[in-house]
C-alpha cells in the first residue's frame, strides 16, 4: 500500500493513464461514424451493415455490463481495465488487415467486447485514490476523456483519409497500444486486492443493488436520459436537414456539443463536490436539455445552433459523472464496480431502445415525432430527479 503523501502525487498519474485509455475506448467506437459512404462504397455493403459497426457497442454493452462490474468488484479494477485495454488494442490492430468487411466486423466487435471492461472501472478508481468529497470532480474528469476520445474518433478520422484507410486503422491501433501500455505502467490500485472467492452470483449482487430503492431511481432514469442522448447524436444530420442544416454543419453541432460537454465536465461536477449536494446539479442538467433540445431541433440559423449545442453539451453531460458518483456512493466502494455495471447497462439499454424508436415513428423528412418523444423522455427524467432521487449517504451526511 502506498502512503498518504505519495497517494496524493500519484493518484493524477493513475487517474489521467485511465483517462487515456477510457478515450481510446471511444475513439475506437466513432472512428468509423464519418466513414458511412466510404465503408458502404468500399466493401459494397449496405447501410444497414455498417451502422452495425456502431450499433454492436451499445449492445454488447448490455450483455457485459453485469459481468464486468461484478469482476472489477472481485479481482480489482486495475486487471479488469487492462484486459478491457488488451482486447481493444489486440482487435483494433485487426483492423489494419482490411482485405473483406468481415475482418473489419470481427475487429470492431473485439473492441466493443473491451469497452465494458474499460468504462465500468471509473467509479472503483476514483473511490479507491481519491476523497469523497473529491468523488464527482475525480468522475468528471475520467468522464471528460470519453468524450474526448469520441471528438478525437469523429474528427481524426477525417482529416487523416487522405493517407488511406489501412494507414488510418494503424495509427489509431498505434495509439491505442501506446495508451494501454501506459495505463499498465501507471495504472495502480491503492489498497491492496482482497480476492473475493464468494460463491455468491452476479445475479445475488445484482438483486441486493436493486432492493436499494435510490439506486432503483438512478437506474431508471439514466435509461431514459443516456437514450435521449444516443438517440440525438444518432440521428441528429437527419434531424437537422428539413431545417437547411447539412452533413457538415450537423458535423459541427456534434462537435459543439461533446467540446460543450468535455468543459461542463470539468466546472459543474467540481460545483458538486464544492457545495457537497448532488441533486441539484442533475435537475439543472436535466432541465436545461429539455429547454435546449426543442430549438436546436427546430431552427434554421447554424451559428444559434451551434452555441446551442455547446450549451447542451456544458449542462446535460456533467450529469454522466454526478449520476456516477452517486451510484458509488449509494452502493458503497463493495459494490461499486457491479453497480457501475448496472448503471452502464440500463443506459446502453436505453440507447437501444430510442435509437430503433426514433426511425420508426417519423418520417425521412419530418422527425417532429422524435423531437417530441425526446422532450417527453426528459419530463419523464424531471420527475424522477425531482420526486423520488433522494440525495446519495454521503451528501447528506455532509449537509447534516
Not at 82 to 100: E, K, M, Q, T, Y
Amino acid at each position: 500500500m502506498t502512503t498518504t503523501s505519495t497517494k496524493k502525487s500519484f493518484r493524477w498519474a493513475v487517474l489521467m493513464a485511465y483517462f487515456g485509455v477510457a478515450a481510446m475506448s471511444q475513439m475506437l467506437w466513432l472512428n468509423l461514424a464519418p466513414l458511412v459512404s466510404f465503408l458502404q462504397e468500399k466493401y459494397q455493403v449496405s447501410e444497414m451493415d455498417v451502422s452495425l459497426l456502431l450499433l454492436s457497442f451499445p449492445l454488447l454493452y448490455v450483455l457485459l455490463s453485469i459481468h464486468s462490474g461484478t469482476m472489477i468488484d472481485r479481482k480489482g479494477y486495475r486487471y479488469v481495465i487492462i484486459l478491457g485495454s488488451v482486447i481493444s488494442a489486440a482487435f483494433a490492430c485487426l483492423r489494419c488487415f482490411d482485405g473483406s468487411f468481415i475482418t473489419l466486423v470481427i475487429g470492431q466487435t473485439g473492441i466493443a467486447v473491451g469497452q465494458p471492461y474499460i468504462i465500468n472501472g471509473i467509479s472503483k478508481l476514483v473511490s479507491d485514490w481519491f476523497d469523497k468529497e473529491e468523488n464527482a470532480m475525480a468522475t468528471g474528469v475520467g468522464t471528460a476523456g470519453m468524450l474526448i476520445g469520441m471528438a478525437l474518433g469523429m474528427g481524426l478520422t477525417p482529416a487523416l483519409m487522405d493517407m488511406g484507410f489501412s494507414i488510418v486503422m494503424m495509427i489509431f491501433a498505434a495509439i491505442s497500444i501506446v495508451l494501454t501500455l501506459i495505463f499498465i505502467l501507471f495504472g495502480k490500485e491503492h489498497q491492496p486486492v482482497t480476492q473475493n472467492t464468494s460463491s455468491v452470483s452476479a445475479m445475488t449482487e445484482i438483486k441486493s443493488l436493486l432492493k436499494i430503492k435510490n439506486l432503483v431511481v438512478l437506474f431508471t432514469l439514466w435509461f431514459f436520459a443516456f437514450g435521449v442522448f444516443n438517440g440525438l447524436t444518432t440521428w441528429l444530420e437527419p434531424i437537422l436537414k428539413p431545417n437547411g442544416i447539412n452533413a457538415e454543419e450537423a458535423g459541427l453541432v456534434g462537435a459543439a456539443l461533446i467540446g460543450g460537454g468535455i468543459i461542463g465536465s470539468l466546472i459543474i461536477p467540481v460545483l458538486s463536490d464544492k457545495y457537497k449536494t448532488r441533486k441539484p446539479f442533475v435537475i439543472l442538467c436535466c432541465v436545461a436539455a429539455l429547454v435546449i433540445i426543442y430549438p436546436l431541433c427546430t431552427l434554421q440559423n447554424p451559428t444559434l445552433i451551434y452555441v446551442l449545442g455547446g450549451l447542451l453539451g456544458f449542462f446535460f453531460l456533467p450529469g454522466y459523472a454526478l449520476l456516477l458518483s452517486m451510484c458509488e456512493e449509494m452502493a458503497g466502494a463493495e459494490k461499486a464496480g457491479a453497480a457501475t455495471g448496472v448503471f452502464m447497462m440500463t443506459g446502453n439499454a436505453g440507447a437501444v431502445v430510442v435509437i430503433a424508436l426514433m426511425p420508426m415513428i417519423n418520417n425521412a423528412t419530418n422527425w417532429s415525432n422524435s423531437i417530441y418523444l425526446m422532450l417527453a423522455l426528459m419530463v419523464v427524467t424531471i420527475v424522477l430527479v425531482a420526486g423520488y432521487l433522494k440525495e446519495s449517504l454521503y451528501t447528506q451526511k455532509q449537509t447534516e
